[in-house]
C-alpha cells in the first residue's frame, strides 16, 4: 500500500512553507497539512491566485492555518522580499517544500541573465534555502527539494548550465530537475559536515495531473506537440495532484523519513503507486559532478552558507 497521510500525526506546533502553493501539489499538500494542525505559508507569483488557493483552502479545511507572500523565484529581488515576509509571518519554520516550477518552457532570460527554468528551479530555491536557513535552523527543521522522474533524462551540462550555447526546452527541465537530487543530496552531506540540525529530504510526486504540464508549453512560442501529448496523457496515465502530494508530505513531516533519502511513487516506472523511496538514477549519485554543480550555483547567485 505504501505511505498515506494517515501516518500524519497532529502538526500543531509545526509551521510549513511551500513554494507554489496556490495549485497542484501545493496546494493539494497544503491543505494535507493545514488538516493536520499546521500552520502554512504558501508562495505565489500572483496575489489574486493566492487569495483564491485560501479560500479554496478554508473551504476544504475550515480551521486551517494559512497565510501567503509573493515570490517570483526567478527574480533575486524578490525571493529577498518573501524570504523576509516568511521571517517575519513565522516565528519557526519547520519544513520549507521546495515545490514551485516550470517545465519546457521557449527560451526566457530572467533580469538577471539566467535560463528561465534553471532560474526557478534549482537557483530560485538555492537562495531561498539559504535566507531561510538560520530559521530552519533554529527548530532543526527540513529543506524539501521536489525533484522529478525527468531527472533520469538529465545531464548536468557544467560547461553551458546556464544553456548560452544551445538551448532545448525538455533538456533544460530535465536538466534543472536532475539539478534538484542532485542539490538535495549535496546539501545533506555539506549540512551533516558542519553538524547542521537541518536535513534535507528530496521526493517527487510520480506523473500527477496539474497545471505543470501546460504552463509552460501554453506560452507564447511554446511546443504545439506537447501541448497535445500532456492533453491525452494527463487525462489517461496521470494519478491525481492529491497523491502526487502525499511524497511532499512524507519528506515533510513523517518522523522515520531519512536525511538525504528520496520518496515518491515506485510503482509504474516511478510514475504512480505506492510510495516510499523511490528510484534513484546512477548520475545523481555522482558527488564529483554534485560538488561542481554546487561550486557553479555559488559563482551565479552567492554562498549557500554565510557564517
Not at 498515506?4 to 511551500?18: E, G, N, S
Not at 501539489?25 to 505565489?44: C, D, H, N, P
Not at 491525481?240 to 513531516?253: D, Q
Request: net charge neutral; with cysteine; hydrophobic share 40%.
Amino acid at each position: 500500500m505504501g505511505w498515506t497521510p494517515d501516518r500524519v500525526p497532529r502538526l500543531a506546533d509545526k509551521t510549513i512553507a511551500i513554494t507554489g502553493g496556490n495549485s497542484g501539489l501545493g496546494l493539494e499538500a497544503a491543505k494535507i497539512l493545514t488538516a493536520r494542525g499546521a500552520r502554512v505559508v504558501i508562495t505565489s507569483r500572483s496575489p489574486d491566485k493566492a487569495r483564491a488557493a485560501l479560500q479554496t483552502i478554508k473551504d476544504a479545511v475550515p480551521e486551517a492555518d494559512i497565510d501567503f507572500v509573493l515570490l517570483d523565484l526567478s527574480e533575486a529581488d524578490s525571493v529577498a522580499s518573501a524570504a523576509a515576509a516568511i521571517r517575519e509571518k513565522c516565528p519557526r519554520l519547520d519544513a520549507l517544500i521546495n515545490n514551485a516550477g516550470v517545465m519546457q518552457t521557449p527560451e526566457i532570460r530572467t533580469s538577471e541573465g539566467f535560463e528561465l527554468q534553471l532560474a526557478t528551479n534549482h537557483l530560485g530555491h538555492f537562495r531561498l534555502n539559504s535566507l531561510l536557513l538560520p530559521l530552519l535552523e533554529a527548530s532543526g527543521g527540513r529543506i524539501v527539494p521536489v525533484s522529478s522522474i525527468a531527472h533520469k533524462f538529465g545531464a548536468i551540462a557544467l560547461d553551458d548550465l546556464n544553456a548560452e550555447k544551445s538551448y532545448d526546452p525538455t533538456v533544460a527541465y530535465s536538466q534543472s530537475k536532475l539539478a534538484n537530487l542532485m542539490y538535495s543530496f549535496e546539501l545533506q552531506r555539506r549540512l551533516s559536515a558542519r553538524d547542521s540540525q537541518v536535513t534535507s529530504i528530496a521526493c517527487h510526486p510520480g506523473y500527477s495531473a496539474t497545471n505543470l504540464q501546460s504552463a509552460g508549453v501554453g506560452l507564447e512560442g511554446g511546443s504545439t506537440f506537447f501541448r497535445w501529448v500532456y492533453k491525452v496523457t494527463n487525462a489517461v496515465m496521470a494519478q491525481s495532484a492529491t497523491k502526487g502530494a502525499y511524497p511532499l508530505v512524507l519528506a515533510a513531516v513523517d518522523a522515520a523519513a531519512k536525511p538525504g533519502a528520496y520518496y515518491g511513487p515506485t510503482g509504474m516506472g516511478q510514475t504512480r503507486g505506492a510510495v516510499g523511496e523511490s528510484f534513484v538514477d546512477k548520475r545523481a549519485r555522482d558527488e564529483a559532478v554534485a560538488a561542481k554543480l554546487w561550486e557553479k550555483t555559488e559563482a551565479m547567485v552567492g554562498p549557500f552558507f554565510t557564517d
